[in-house]
């Protein structure tokens, strides 16, 4: 089954960036979507950006115009770059991922089969 392992978490200040990493493997589809998630203390699990085999994206809309969700396939590594950071980005960042997913997939997480264990992200200002 697909394994996914994120990176990139850490401490920033106040409109600093960050990228995360999600390294994959195991996959076996040849059509497969991932996204990240990301959940705050006392929070629900939100979705933040995905991105699918065919290129078609998604972004909350809280995180347009800052986030940029790439894949590098032949890493098999997925990444999110975060810039201009708010405390409200403040959460642990989940990568999930979804075989043959569904023509009208989008951001919520039942959609999705795979997680990863997650990496913190700190924003202070």
């Known amino acids: 089954q697909v394994q996914l392992l994120e990176s990139g978490g850490g401490s920033v200040q106040v409109g600093g960036s960050l990228r995360l990493s999600c390294a994959f493997t195991q996959v076996t589809a040849n059509y497969i979507a991932m996204a990240w998630f990301r959940q705050a203390p006392g929070k629900e699990r939100e979705g933040v950006a995905g991105?699918?085999?065919?290129?078609?994206?998604f972004y909350a809309n809280s995180v347009k115009g800052r986030f940029t969700i790439s894949e590098d396939n032949a890493n098999n590594t997925l990444y999110l770059q975060m810039n201009s950071l708010k405390p409200g980005d403040s959460a642990m960042y989940y990568c999930?991922?979804?075989?043959?997913?569904?023509?009208?997939?989008?951001?919520?997480?039942?959609?999705?089969?795979?997680w990863g264990q997650g990496t913190q992200v700190i924003v202070s200002s």
């Open positions: 991105i699918d085999t065919e290129g078609t994206t």
């Open positions: 999930a991922a979804r075989e043959y997913y569904p023509r009208d997939w989008n951001l919520d997480q039942r959609f999705f089969d795979y």
